[in-house]
């Protein structure tokens, strides 16, 4: 038998009020600041208590003594691989370790938001891992050692290279580039320049 | 360089002997200061190192030291908490008053004597619950014999079957009544993967999973798929497994008038701009393919246009659908020849046509799987007995071996020509129309009757109660507990019930809806439901019917607001607490 598919109910049932006030809501979400320099909102109630439900995975692992070492690791090899290389000179070999470290760690800290595993319902969605850690004390010993790789990195690099200027100002911005985001005062600071960056 | 050498030379031709004699006196100083440095142990290499990266540039040294500065004071700063600032700090006095002063409140606020009715209406059935059944008063322990049971939601009158019966018992009797655990320990027999393929067969699915309860199917599978930042549509007369599905799970919800797809449409325009630009997020639409409080449906072919032109996916809520809609209980897709493909997610009860329980959702094969480790029910609750998921399977391979093509479904058809009759019947009562409306549509097995709003207006009670702005929803808010009880929605359900009891004496028993105020989202109106079971034989709907107009019309016809006042009063004066 052929059935008729039903016709549309003939008076939709009218809601007199939307449940959630969505257009404020909207509106909330729709809001992008136009500065250039905002500051992530605090969180609410709900978030900070699903940011509790279970230990951040994705902060953590940097208390280990192994994600220590590694950093020291990685730059050591870096700089025998730029080494190896014949067309590069001490300079412009100490530059690209340099520059290859603070791309990287840029990316991981300070880029990318929110973490890849899925439990704690997103509440972690608008911070960066280096926001994450220690749930954004400041100061803390990891924090430290991390602040000061970059930092030491530079300074040795210098040392052992006769830069020319051009070569000093481009491994002194990459080192700022890393240094600044990680100090207290650009916690949850966003730079926005518009069509380059996209964050909210 | 020179100029700057020159300029101070005649400046100094000028100044007094005493700068001179500073300025030497500071430059014999500074020498003495980095022989200093050079005795410390260390400090030769201290000032090797600043030399060589010095490199006759003053410029570079100074960010070099700042730097260094830098790092040192980072180095040296104390730890502090984001948070401290927003902590209150409280001495030792103030704790100990806090906890002298606190007094536990009760678990369960206690039991208003104006409720007291709700628990005392429970209806006991003696024996087993078919189509049929016998009610003993616990009080008097009188039994009222063989009532129309219009109350279950065993559509199909599957329940006491007796192949189903059988294949229940024989699964009993091979592993006992329980699973015992979830589905991921040892909680999965072989009975539950026949089910997830049969329900999957039957309905034309990939993958079909199994859940321990229908309530928290939606509660889980909804939350499991989104989370912050995604962005869900809500029908906005759903059940309230379905809302408190979307509240879980966090995301941002949007609400269009019940079964309006113009308003469904005009919602995914004006977010249009917004999903353009925002990073990929899930989205989906979210209604039921039959509405548990309104007895209707959408239309389900435009529905999926919408949410394909706007790359939406749409999850549809069964419960009500499967087994009763469509030549076969395919539920709604099978009455528009939809492909259930076009569906993403499919959930459904196994507690109602299926004559079991349990829940269960089908879908593509990668979205079943993904629950197995993601969706909070299926991980953390116990599975399905064993007994029940046979039972199921059983009624569908019923279902499916009295297919016939081009026929309505041996089982289905009693109950939708039952349905019609009775809803024609009460659809066209000259009596009742002036005191009830209809409000589920003609294919509904659930018949939903409310108060006429003109008779609504004369007992003076309000159109819907709850939802949003209500004062219901204010209590909440502000934590009042006892803002949770209201007072009008309490006197028309009792009203209601006083039909019901009514019509138990007359041989029928037919339901209302019973729904926790505090925990609704959306408004509600209490009805009457009048469940139509395949059991029946034209002769019982006749019955029936004359039963509940009569009913209902000397109940209603002719109650004003002073005779409802009159009937209600009992509820507060009564003293049993």
Redesign the interface.
């Given at each position: 038998m052929n059935v008729e598919p039903f016709p549309a109910p003939s008076s939709p049932e009218r809601l007199t009020v939307s449940p959630t006030s969505s257009h404020t809501a909207k509106d909330h979400r729709r809001r992008r600041s136009s500065s250039l320099i905002s500051k992530v909102e605090p969180e609410t109630f709900e978030t900070k208590q699903d940011q509790d439900i279970q230990s951040n995975m994705n902060a953590n692992w940097v208390h280990f003594k192994g994600a220590w070492i590694i950093h020291i690791v990685i730059i050591i090899l870096l700089k025998l691989f730029y080494d190896l290389i014949p067309m590069f000179n001490n300079e412009w070999s100490w530059t690209l370790t340099n520059v290859t470290y603070v791309i990287g760690s840029y990316i991981m800290f300070h880029q990318i938001k929110g973490t890849p595993f899925d439990f704690n319902n997103g509440a972690y969605d608008n911070l960066t891992m280096w926001e994450q850690i220690d749930n954004g004390d400041q100061y803390t010993p990891v924090k430290k050692f991390l602040m000061g790789v970059p930092i030491f990195l530079f300074l040795i690099s210098t040392h052992y290279s006769y830069y020319d200027l051009n070569l000093f100002v481009v491994n002194l911005v990459a080192c700022l580039c890393v240094v600044i985001p990680k100090l207290p005062y650009s916690h949850r600071v966003r730079v926005n320049i518009p069509y380059i960056t996209d964050q909210n | 360089m020179s100029v700057v050498t020159t300029t101070l030379i005649q400046n100094t031709n000028g100044a007094p002997e005493a700068v001179i004699a500073y300025i030497s006196h500071v430059v014999k100083l500074w020498e003495q200061f980095i022989q200093g440095v050079e005795k410390v142990p260390g400090g030769s290499l201290v000032l090797n190192?600043i030399r060589?990266?010095h490199?006759n540039d003053p410029w570079?040294t100074l960010?070099?030291v700042l730097?260094?500065l830098?790092?040192i004071r980072?180095?040296f700063?104390?730890?502090?908490?984001?948070?401290e600032k927003e902590k209150v700090h409280l001495s030792e006095k103030e704790i100990q008053e806090l906890i002298d002063d606190w007094e536990p409140e009760p678990f369960a606020p206690p039991l208003r004597k104006e409720e007291r009715w709700e628990l005392d209406a429970i209806p006991m059935v003696k024996g087993a619950a078919g189509n049929r059944v016998a009610l003993e008063d616990p009080k008097t322990g009188h039994v009222i014999p063989n009532l129309l049971n219009m109350a279950s939601r065993d559509f199909l009158n599957m329940g006491l079957n007796e192949n189903v019966k059988q294949r229940a018992i024989k699964t009993i009797r091979e592993c006992g009544v329980g699973a015992c655990s979830p589905m991921n320990f040892y909680g999965t027999q072989d009975v539950h993967v026949r089910l997830g393929e049969d329900l999957a067969r039957f309905l034309g699915a990939e993958e079909g999973i199994i859940y321990g309860q229908d309530y928290c199917t939606s509660t889980s599978v909804l939350?499991c798929f989104l989370?912050?930042?995604d962005i869900v549509i809500v029908d906005?007369?759903v059940s309230v497994a379905l809302q408190k599905a979307a509240l879980i799970s966090?995301c941002?919800?949007?609400?269009f008038?019940?079964?309006?797809?113009d308003?469904l449409e005009e919602i995914l325009e004006?977010?249009q701009e917004?999903l353009r630009e925002?990073p990929l997020n899930r989205r989906f639409i979210v209604t039921e393919a039959l509405s548990e409080n309104?007895g209707?449906?959408p239309?389900?072919?435009r529905l999926v246009e919408i949410k394909n032109k706007y790359k939406f996916r749409l999850y549809l809520d069964e419960t009500y659908s499967i087994g009763t809609l469509?030549?076969n209980g395919r539920g709604l897709p099978e009455?528009?020849g939809i492909p259930r493909s076009e569906i993403e997610i499919t959930v459904g009860s196994l507690a109602h046509a299926l004559g079991s329980s349990g829940g269960f959702c089908v879908g593509c094969r990668d979205m079943a799987y993904y629950q197995i480790l993601?969706s909070n029910a299926y991980v953390f609750s116990a599975a399905l007995p064993p007994y029940s998921a046979s039972a199921a399977s059983a009624v569908i391979s019923m279902l499916e071996e009295a297919e016939e093509p081009?026929?309505?479904n041996r089982y289905v058809k009693p109950l939708q020509d039952n349905t019609q009759l009775l809803y024609s019947l009460l659809k066209q009562s000259k009596k009742l129309q002036q005191v009830v409306s209809v409000r589920s549509?003609e294919?509904s097995p659930v018949i939903i009757l409310r108060l006429a709003p003109a008779l609504r207006k004369k007992l003076n009670l309000p159109e819907s109660y709850g939802?949003?702005?209500s004062d219901v929803l204010k209590a909440i808010k502000n934590g009042h507990e006892e803002g949770y009880f209201s007072r009008d929605y309490n006197r028309e359900n009792y009203l209601l019930q006083k039909m019901i009891d009514e019509l138990i004496g007359r041989g029928v028993l037919i339901t209302r809806s019973k729904r926790v105020l505090h925990h609704e989202?959306?408004?509600v109106v209490p009805t009457l439901l009048i469940n139509v079971n395949a059991g029946f034989n034209e002769k019982d709907i006749q019955h029936a019917y004359e039963c509940i107009e009569d009913t209902i019309s000397t109940t209603l016809s002719g109650l004003d607001a002073n005779g409802f006042n009159q009937l209600v009063q009992q509820l507060e004066k009564t003293n049993i607490i």
């Open positions: - | 190192y060589a990266s490199k570079r960010l070099e730097l260094a830098v790092a980072y180095f700063a104390s730890k502090y908490s984001q948070d939350p989370k912050r930042g906005g007369g966090r941002h919800i949007e609400w008038n019940h079964n309006d797809l308003h004006s977010l917004e925002g309104f209707d449906s239309d389900l072919k469509g030549a009455v528009y993601s081009g026929k309505v549509a294919y939802g949003p702005g989202l959306l408004p």
